[in-house]
């Protein structure tokens, strides 16, 4: 939940400093996928039915989040560094487009996780 509501609350303000909680999402999506995938093993194993297709797509839209913030979040926080002020607000624009477009990804990742029961 951390990572999924730190990437929503710095998407609706671009006044925050996305920088700073870059290294913090990743770490978080990388438990994440470490614990989603204990999970899986232990209680859906050998199985694929309806509530593991549920699943499946928060995990797909989980990954491309990640993927999503790494490329877009991750190379303009490098590039802040020593930079002017027409590309810093360039570069902080491109962040906040990247935090935005994996905030709505994992808005439907957990819903799959909320909702995979009722499947």
């Known amino acids: 939940m951390f990572w999924a509501g730190t990437t929503i609350a710095v998407a ?3 006044e925050i400093r996305i920088e700073r909680f870059f290294q913090a ?3 978080a999506a990388g438990m994440v996928f ?3 995938a204990l999970l899986w093993y232990f209680f859906h194993g050998g199985y694929f039915g309806s509530m593991e297709m549920v699943l499946a797509l928060g995990i797909a839209t989980a990954l491309i989040a990640a993927g999503v913030q790494g490329a877009l979040v ?3 926080g490098r590039q ?3 930079t002017d002020a027409a590309t810093e607000t360039q570069l902080r624009a491109k962040m ?3 935090q935005r477009i994996a905030g709505g990804l994992l808005v439907i990742t957990v819903l799959c996780m909320a909702t995979a029961r009722l499947f």
Do not use: N, V
């Open 12 to 14: 609706r303000d671009p």
């Open 25 to 27: 999402q990743m770490r």
């Open 34 to 36: 470490l614990t989603g």
């Open 74 to 76: 991750g190379s303009a």
């Open 80 to 82: 802040l560094a020593g």
């Open 96 to 98: 906040t487009r990247g």
